[in-house]
């Protein structure tokens, strides 16, 4: 039973930072490359970012780059993605993917996805 959990979402001024926490079960998470995706009211889900099985290579929608940062810790199963600097643009539902030995860089990539948390961005 694969098992992806999101937390740490919740609300936070403009300007502020967040921590999401995705833990992993049922998988080898070694052989699993992790990406966050975000989906807004009324919009498609889109890409934010991504991480290798291996932990060696990240990408970032043009949209995050130099305010997240993803990364992961294979002692606790666990893919983090750090948001700094955060506008109301990045108000959605974030979810993570996982899909083994690939990375997932786009919405359709992932075999596993988690039931995601909301961020909420004030003004």
């Known amino acids: 039973q694969v098992q992806l959990v999101e937390s740490g979402g919740g609300l936070v001024q403009a300007g502020g930072s967040l921590r999401l926490s995705c833990a992993a079960s049922g998988l080898t998470f070694s052989s699993y490359g992790m990406g966050w995706f975000r989906q807004a009211p009324g919009k498609e889900r889109e890409f934010v970012a991504a991480?290798?099985?291996?932990?060696?290579?990240?990408y970032y929608a043009d949209s995050v780059k130099g305010r997240f940062t993803i990364s992961r810790d294979s002692a606790v199963n666990t893919v983090y993605l750090q948001m700094n600097s955060l506008k109301p643009e990045d108000t959605a539902v974030y979810s993570c993917?996982?899909?083994?030995?690939?990375?997932?860089?786009?919405?359709?990539?992932?075999?596993?996805w988690g039931q995601g948390t909301q961020v909420t961005v004030s003004s």
């Open positions: 991480i290798s099985w291996s932990g060696d290579t990240t």
């Open positions: 993917g996982a899909v083994l030995y690939r990375i997932p860089i786009a919405t359709t990539s992932p075999r596993y």
